[in-house]
């Protein structure tokens, strides 16, 4: 198993920035590809962003391309979410992922005013 702590989000105006880190611990974090999802109010868990476990590979969602970073840092065990340019549509909870293992990290509140 592997363990997932969110930091991060809070609220921002539109066009502004946040970022969001998650640490792991209970395996080796370096052997995983990790991933965020997000889910507003009212609607289903959605992709966000990936990344391979050497972090050479990075995959996003068509809304956020452009806008969001996703990178990792595998001697702190910790993977980033930097969203630039935010947009109302943006506000949801934010969840790490492990792919390998079904783990979600407790999530975090971002929240974008107009």
């Known amino acids: 198993q592997v363990q997932l702590v969110e930091f991060g989000g809070g609220l921002v105006q539109a066009g502004g920035s946040l970022s969001l880190s998650c640490a792991a611990s209970?395996?080796?974090?370096?052997?995983?590809?990790m991933a965020w999802f997000r889910q507003a109010p009212g609607k289903e868990r959605e992709f966000v962003a990936a990344i391979s476990w050497r972090g050479d590979s990075t995959y996003y969602e068509d809304s956020v391309k452009g806008r969001f970073t996703i990178s990792r840092d595998n001697a702190k065990n910790t993977v980033y979410l930097q969203m630039n340019s935010l947009k109302p549509e943006d506000t949801a909870v934010y969840y790490c992922y492990v792919p390998s293992f079904g783990s979600w990290g407790q999530g975090m509140q971002v929240t974008v005013s107009t």
């Open positions: 209970g395996r080796t974090f370096s052997l995983y590809n």
